[in-house]
């Protein structure tokens, strides 16, 4: 499900260029105490690893940077998507209900919202990337420390690591073993590099369209749930065109 949400203030909404984490921190904040502690603290389990099974765009507002702040004008638009009804039902309704709500140190109610079922009728969807995808791997150097390679488009393993982590999800969330399922992603337009920091830590994703093909329930999930890695710090939301 997508809720698309409209926040307004009475003064110019401003937020640091490097955001996502007051997003994310603003979600917990307005969702039931027993759904944020699951989700933070545990979520879908496959295999130990966890998923939350939400995601969120960037700020679909075009912002002005000054002094290393972001400004934007006294409305903002928002995309929050997660295939679990309970999540999107209690913030939601939380958001609604609310009238001291903060959006980092900007105060603000909300002004619209609109509420939307992700559906696919075929098995090869486009799509364009509201906040940008990631696929890394972790690897281990000789004297033992880690360290994190990202991906590009232009790299197989780029669709692997998608293709993989979009079955595991799946399995996660339906509790099911899924046999090899058809699923690939294939750009179709110029691809921009963003380089994010969540909080201290530097993430690489990319922005752009994309051609998702593949069996429809995880086309689904990929629209619901988000498209590659990071999704519940901001990154793999993407809308349907």
């Not at 150097?141 to 232009?154: A, I, L, Q, V």
């Not at 790299?155 to 339906?174: G, L, P, Q, T």
Request: contains cysteine; positive net charge; aromatic residues 12%.
């Amino acid at each position: 499900m997508e809720l698309r949400i409209t926040f307004q203030s009475e003064n110019h909404i401003i937020l640091p260029i490097h955001y996502n984490h007051i997003l994310q921190g603003f979600i917990y904040s307005n969702i039931s105490d027993d759904l944020a502690e699951f989700l933070h603290e545990r979520g879908y389990i496959l295999n130990n690893r966890n998923f939350k099974l939400f995601t969120y765009s960037n700020i679909l507002t075009k912002g002005q940077v000054k002094n290393s702040k972001l400004y934007f004008g006294k409305n903002v638009e928002w995309v929050v998507k997660s295939p679990i009804p309970e999540f999107i039902n209690s913030f939601g309704t939380y958001i609604l209900q609310k009238d001291d709500l903060n959006l980092g140190n900007n105060k603000v109610t909300v002004n619209r919202t609109q509420l939307k079922k992700q559906k696919v009728e075929s098995d090869e969807i486009e799509i364009s990337t509201i906040s940008p995808i990631v696929a890394y791997s972790t690897f281990s150097r000789e004297n033992g420390s880690k360290y994190t390679c990202y991906f590009s488009p232009n790299e197989n393993d780029f669709s692997r690591i998608v293709k993989e982590n979009i079955v595991k999800k799946y399995e996660a969330y339906y509790n099911v073993s899924l046999s090899d399922m058809e699923f690939s992603i294939t750009p179709i337009s110029k691809i921009n590099l963003n380089i994010i920091y969540y909080k201290d830590f530097l993430i690489k994703g990319y922005s752009g369209k994309f051609k998702l093909r593949g069996d429809r329930r995880l086309l689904e999930l990929a629209l619901e749930a988000g498209v590659g890695s990071k999704n519940s710090q901001g990154f793999g939301c993407v809308e349907q065109i």
